[in-house]
């Protein structure tokens, strides 16, 4: 949707959309689902966790890239070992801004950086299982690769999500989810050759 003067509504969402080259059927149909979503009226609605059955969240999996090793993290929720990454917080609406601030806060790594630079690496359209809280619905998650050169100073933000450096075979093998082991092989043909 547009605005009076013809401007998208959320042009910094518009643009990272129009810029990415989804990969394969399942990330078309998906990009087509969040450029659908990003095209509402109020930016703010598109990010609001109370926007169901599909809102938008941000995440990055985080990379070192001198030793090739990727970042996992104990998802709760999800039971799961997934990348960094969520919900923006109340007036957030950069997609690259809340993958930062997820990853600092995910993390204690404030060194985070987009690498190897700030293009959108993987669009996956994800399902959320119910809580008690909140109905099942679907997260249109926009992920970013970001590196720390500093990966030993990584902390778990709470005893219940530790994290792990990995290598991407390793980080294939522990995860269980097909989209994330997508995003890792996008990473590992970024990295640098061993």
């Given at each position: 949707?547009?605005?009076t003067d013809?401007?998208?509504?959320?042009?910094?969402?518009?643009?990272?959309?129009d810029?990415?080259?989804?990969q394969?059927?399942?990330?078309?149909?998906?990009?087509q689902?969040?450029?659908?979503?990003a095209d509402?009226?109020?930016?703010?609605?598109?990010?609001s966790?109370?926007?169901?059955?599909?809102?938008?969240?941000?995440?990055?999996?985080?990379?070192?890239?001198p030793t090739?090793?990727?970042?996992?993290?104990w998802h709760?929720?999800?039971?799961?070992?997934l990348?960094?990454g969520?919900?923006?917080d109340?007036?957030?609406?950069?997609?690259?801004?809340i993958?930062?601030?997820?990853g600092r806060?995910?993390?204690g790594?404030?060194?985070l950086?987009?690498?190897p630079?700030a293009a959108?690496?993987?669009l996956?359209?994800?399902?959320?299982?119910?809580?008690?809280?909140?109905?099942?619905?679907?997260h249109?998650?926009l992920r970013?690769l970001?590196?720390t050169?500093t990966?030993d100073?990584a902390?778990?933000?709470n005893?219940a999500?530790?994290l792990e450096?990995?290598t991407?075979?390793?980080?294939r093998q522990?995860?269980?989810?097909?989209n994330?082991?997508?995003?890792?092989d996008?990473?590992a043909?970024l990295l640098?050759?061993?």
């Open positions: 949707m547009e605005s013809g401007s998208p509504q959320n042009p910094d969402l518009a643009r990272l959309l810029r990415h080259r989804p394969g059927p399942v990330e078309t149909a998906d990009h689902r969040a450029r659908r979503l509402v009226t109020d930016p703010a609605v598109a990010w966790r109370s926007t169901f059955p599909l809102h938008f969240t941000a995440s990055a999996l985080i990379v070192h890239p090739r090793r990727v970042l996992l993290r709760v929720r999800q039971q799961a070992w990348h960094v969520g919900h923006g109340p007036g957030e609406t950069l997609p690259l801004d993958a930062l601030r997820e806060e995910e993390t790594l404030t060194d950086t987009p690498w630079d959108l690496v993987h996956a359209v994800v399902p959320v299982p119910a809580s008690p809280v909140e109905p099942a619905h679907e249109a998650d970013f970001l590196a050169g990966p100073r902390r778990p933000e005893p999500s530790p450096w990995l991407v075979e390793e980080a522990r995860t269980t989810e097909e994330l082991r997508q995003t890792l996008r990473a043909r640098p050759p061993a």
